[in-house]
């Protein structure tokens, strides 16, 4: 299955879909996700704080896939925010990957009530630079938070990974996106627990297309031009979520699933502007 891409401001291709791997891990974890390599996907998104950096190494070099064909991403956790930690913490990703540089690396929450976040995306610029990182960005962080590192530094990340889901379509977020050209990714593109596969919107377009309604939602997410990271622990499941680029939802149906947004949308309340992940 051929995976279309976008072009980062950067110049660098990302596939427009991703395999989000938390929280896989152990044996099984490192299975999953050597099945997902096998099916197609070639954007793998981990973490420090994952915890499972090491299965994701492993699950490459059992994959056979060469190394190029894949963009590799994990995230600084909170408490490796000031510049040295955040470098030392990107040489440690890299040794459990067993990789000898990052395709993406993301300060994974801004954790403003630290203030520290300036710094660690200065230690990114200079990973940048000296070739151990290709791409850079960040995640939750808001317009606020985007306009102070792109201020700072001069440097605009490339990609912010949002809460993005029929329930929290981020339509203001993704207006900032597009004017500071950076890309959308959606971390829980489905809602997790509160996938609204039974919503009518949703279950029309499943109908009307012969698809599952978990294959409208992700194709909406890449209509919107958001790039979703769904994760599954089963083949069928994941191959399933990769198959969304032989249908288009039209304008209303596009329309109808965007209005299922709701206020308090977020899924556990995680507002940037105040959680706190270390």
């Not at 939750?140 to 949002?162: C, K, M, S, Y």
Request: proline share 8%; aromatic share 6%; with cysteine.
């Amino acid at each position: 299955m051929v995976i279309p891409t976008h072009a980062l401001s950067d110049g660098h291709p990302l596939p427009a879909i991703g395999f989000g791997t938390y929280p896989l891990r152990g044996e099984d974890g490192t299975a999953a996700i050597t099945s997902a390599i096998e099916l197609g996907y070639r954007l793998l998104d981990t973490a420090v704080n994952y915890e499972n950096e090491r299965e994701v190494g492993e699950a490459i070099r059992r994959s056979g896939v060469p190394r190029e064909e894949l963009v590799v991403c994990s995230k600084i956790p909170g408490r490796h925010h000031g510049y040295d930690d955040a470098v030392r913490s990107t040489h440690a990703s890299l040794e459990r990957l067993g990789l000898d540089h990052l395709d993406l690396h993301l300060i994974h929450w801004p954790n403003p009530g630290r203030g520290l976040y300036a710094e660690a995306w200065r230690a990114l610029v200079d990973l940048r630079e000296q070739g151990l990182v290709r791409s850079i960005g960040v995640s939750n962080f808001t317009g606020d938070h985007l306009a102070r590192i792109v201020e700072e530094t001069g440097v605009t990340p490339v990609v912010n990974q949002v809460e993005l889901h029929p329930y929290f379509p981020q339509e203001e977020m993704r207006a900032v996106h597009a004017g500071l050209g950076v890309l959308t990714e959606s971390w829980s593109p489905l809602g997790k627990r509160q996938a609204p596969f039974t919503e009518p919107p949703v279950a029309a377009a499943a109908r009307a297309h012969g698809v599952q309604p978990g294959q409208v939602i992700l194709r909406w997410q890449v209509q919107l031009g958001a790039v979703p990271i769904p994760k599954s622990a089963t083949p069928e499941r994941q191959r399933e979520n990769l198959d969304v680029f032989g249908f288009r939802l039209t304008d209303e149906e596009m329309a109808a699933i965007t209005a299922l947004g709701r206020p308090d949308g977020r899924l556990f309340g995680g507002d940037p502007e105040t959680h706190e992940e270390m």
